[in-house]
């Protein structure tokens, strides 16, 4: 069988994940906020055999910035270093799976920076997205976002600004990857969501 390792450090969650096939093997999940470059090769090495796989996925964002970058050098590194294959997939998507059996379609609202929402629309039957990624200010998101469920760490306060619908406060988890399908064959680049806050100088 192939054996997947995924590394999920998008977010304020921490975890990886290794799969038989498409059977959880094992997993490490944790909300550590910040500290992901600390702990996640400790919880790799406390995966079976290491977490040595034949294949890596890894969380491409978007998220926090430093999160994103962990877990794409992390991932990068092992491909490298085990001469395996590496691809990546959205946290939007990852979210967004973990309700495909309560709704038919769905938003996905996480938090971004500057007190934006990153925010997307996903249909479940398949999963797919029905709107790109967007970061908003809060109330811009809740008018973009008219799924009844939203999911996300930002769920709760977009359902409350908007008055209605049902809020699932959530993070990407790297065992919910194996979901995905299609959606888990990015390339292993960072998705930021927004542009960068550095500057050209001045000439």
């Not at 969650?13 to 093997?25: I, M, Q, T, Y």
């Not at 702990?39 to 910035?65: E, K, Q, T």
């Amino acid at each position: 069988m192939t054996r997947t390792l995924v590394i999920d450090t998008a977010t304020a969650a921490c975890s990886v994940a290794l799969f038989d096939a498409d059977l959880l093997f094992a997993e490490v999940y944790q909300e550590v906020g910040r500290g992901h470059a600390e702990r996640l090769m400790p919880m790799i090495a406390s995966l079976p055999d290491g977490g040595r796989a034949d294949r890596l996925l890894v969380d491409c964002g978007p998220g926090s910035f430093t999160g994103v970058r962990v877990g794409l050098a992390a991932a990068r590194a092992l491909a490298l270093g085990w001469n395996v294959p590496v691809n990546g997939y959205s946290s939007m998507a990852a979210i967004a799976s973990t309700g495909a059996t309560i709704a038919q379609q769905l938003a996905v609202a996480i938090i971004g920076g500057h007190g934006e929402f990153f925010v997307q629309a996903y249909a479940c039957d398949p999963l797919r997205p029905m709107s790109e990624l967007a970061s908003l200010a809060p109330e811009a998101a809740a008018r973009a976002m008219a799924a009844d469920h939203v999911f996300g760490s930002a769920a709760e306060r977009l359902v409350e600004l908007r008055g209605y619908g049902t809020a699932h406060t959530c993070l990407p988890r790297a065992a919910d990857a194996m979901r995905l399908a299609g959606l888990a064959a990015l390339p292993p680049s960072p998705i930021y969501g927004r542009g960068a806050d550095a500057k050209p100088a001045a000439a």
